[in-house]
Nanobody, 124 residues
Framework: QVQLVQSGGGLVQAGESLRLSCAASGRTFSSYGMGWFRQAPGKEREFVASVNWNGGITQYADSVKGRFTISRDNAKNTVYLQMNMLKPEDTAVYYC?????????????????WGQGTQVTVSS
């Protein structure tokens, strides 16, 4: 059983930065792509970013491109989401997830394990 444990998040003002971390259990972390999703109140869960198995390929939602950076450290079994220039519309619960294969992808159905979620609130 794979467990994804998230940390980071919190309350910041617009324009500030936050970094989210997601630590995975197990010895096969480097064999899978990873992603971040978010869900705002009253809205559906949406794709934010994904990274392939070795960090060489990344994919971003248009709404965060140029502001957010996804990365991974396979030696630490951890994936990160660096969020800069945060906006009030970035307010949501953020989830990390493990893809069912080693590639990038933006469909939630392609992810088989999910973290517990962490709240990010950006005030104006």
């Amino acid at each position: 059983q794979v467990q994804l444990v998230q940390s980071g998040g919190g309350l910041v003002q617009a324009g500030e930065s936050l970094r989210l971390s997601c630590a995975a259990s197990g010895r096969t972390f480097s064999s899978y792509g990873m992603g971040w999703f978010r869900q705002a109140p009253g809205k559906e869960r949406e794709f934010v970013a994904s990274v392939n198995w070795n960090g060489g390929i990344t994919q971003y939602a248009d709404s965060v491109k140029g502001r957010f950076t996804i990365s991974r450290d396979n030696a630490k079994n951890t994936v990160y989401l660096q969020m800069n220039m945060l906006k009030p519309e970035d307010t949501a619960v953020y989830y990390c997830a493990r893809r069912s294969n080693l590639a990038v992808g933006l469909k939630a159905l392609e992810y088989d394990y999910w973290g517990q979620g962490t709240q990010v609130t950006v005030s104006s």
